[in-house]
């Protein structure tokens, strides 16, 4: 009986983590992707991206990239409508802004247009936010994501992305973090693509801080206290201060704006993240299948497991070929997620987790291993 148990929730696993991608604050370093993955997803991918101010965000990273890096960071993109034959269409769908409030589907109207016209390329669609996560609700972000669902269903040749608001200071209890989990839920358990804007302006590269919890704004402003982050120190100051020579502070000099991160200047770091981000979200859909790809006997690397049934204790090895965050999670049988645990930074080499998972009820659950540079999982079973 156990063993049948252990089948089913194999395959289980294997349907809930094998599918969607999700792009956050672990997908920030470029040399993580391989250059061969870039040129493959500027000649394979036709882009369309529709945004506001933003939005433009990822846009000014990709630009601030391509001058100090060059060769295969450059690129090919045109502004304000549709362009055949381009990599990026940038300001790509005509008839809406962005995402809209409260259930507004003009943008869903505009991509239909944009799909529907004769002879259109464009195999990815990709709408930001601005603003309308944070004064949404339930109803509206579902309209959202159903619309979303039925897009996918119509055009299954096109790549939808999704996207979480960005960060407005409202911290873990806020209307914005509660909206935006409801689409990371709804894309975790669907094996959807997710571009999450506000997870990676909520993390200090290799940091484990979530400054979402100490209500940052979305120049990077915080306060652990959340009485007033407006006036509050800035994380991006903080760590560009400490890293003067990183290659994250030559690009974002390279930035010649950033929306709503241009002051200090900075917090232009927002930008540069979230262009490495964008590189790491398009390698993603061009086909590259993370860093376990780039060399697959390195990562993971003699993964075990024990006990295996375990009674209070798990746990679990592998090895890292780079230094890491590393973060544990936790799922039941319905793909709900009970736990999350931060592990902390760990160095290249053999890791050993060692977690106390008493709280648990007997049963069969799922856990997953998240690094920089890419996530694992497996079945563990309590008694």
């Known amino acids: 009986m156990r063993k049948m148990i252990f089948l089913v929730a194999i395959l289980f696993s294997l349907q809930l983590f094998s599918q969607g991608i999700i792009i956050n604050h672990l997908c920030t370093d470029l040399t993580n992707v391989p250059a061969n993955w870039i040129t493959t997803a500027k000649t394979n991918l036709k882009v369309a991206y529709q945004h506001t101010s933003h939005g433009s965000q990822p846009i000014s990273g990709l630009a601030g990239i391509a001058v100090t890096h060059g060769g295969v960071y450059t690129y090919s993109s045109t502004s304000n409508g549709y362009h055949a034959g381009i990599f990026l269409n940038d300001y790509g769908i005509p008839g809406a802004s962005d995402l809209g409030h409260n259930g507004d589907l003009t943008w869903r109207d505009a991509t239909v247009t944009l799909l529907n016209t004769s002879g259109c390329d464009r195999n990815v669609v990709i709408w930001s936010w601005c603003g309308g996560v944070s004064d949404n609700t339930t109803s509206g972000i579902n309209a959202y994501l159903n619309a979303m669902s039925v897009l996918e269903t119509t055009y299954p040749s096109v790549k939808f992305v999704y996207m979480t608001g960005h960060l407005d200071g409202g911290g873990a209890g806020g209307n914005l973090n509660l909206m935006n989990n409801l689409i990371r839920n709804y894309c975790v358990t669907n094996n959807k693509i997710l571009f999450d804007f506000a997870d990676i302006e909520s993390y200090k590269?290799?940091?484990t801080q979530s400054y979402m919890e100490w209500c940052a704004l979305d120049g990077l402003n915080y306060d652990p206290s959340c009485n007033n982050p407006w006036s509050g120190p800035n994380w991006g100051t903080e760590w560009v201060t400490a890293h003067p020579t990183h290659q994250y502070v030559t690009d974002l000099n390279a930035c010649s704006e950033c929306a709503h991160s241009d002051d200090p200047s900075q917090a232009k770091l927002n930008c540069v993240l979230k262009g490495n981000a964008f590189w790491w979200l398009l390698a993603r859909i061009a086909g590259w299948a993370g860093p376990s790809s780039v060399n697959d006997n390195q990562y993971p690397e003699s993964k075990s497991v024990y006990p295996n049934p375990f009674k209070d204790f798990v746990n679990i090895h592998f090895a890292l070929p780079n230094s890491s965050n590393v973060y544990l999670e936790i799922y039941n049988t319905m793909g709900?997620?009970?736990?999350?645990?931060?592990?902390?930074?760990?160095?290249?080499?053999?890791v050993e987790i060692h977690q106390n998972l008493s709280s648990l009820s007997n049963g069969v659950y799922y856990y997953r291993v998240k690094t920089n540079m890419d996530t694992f999982n497996g079945v563990i079973h309590k008694e």
Request: charge should be positive; proline fraction near 11%.
């Open 205 to 207: 590269p290799e940091g």
């Open 336 to 350: 709900q997620q009970l736990k999350t645990y931060d592990l902390g930074y760990k160095p290249s080499g053999k």
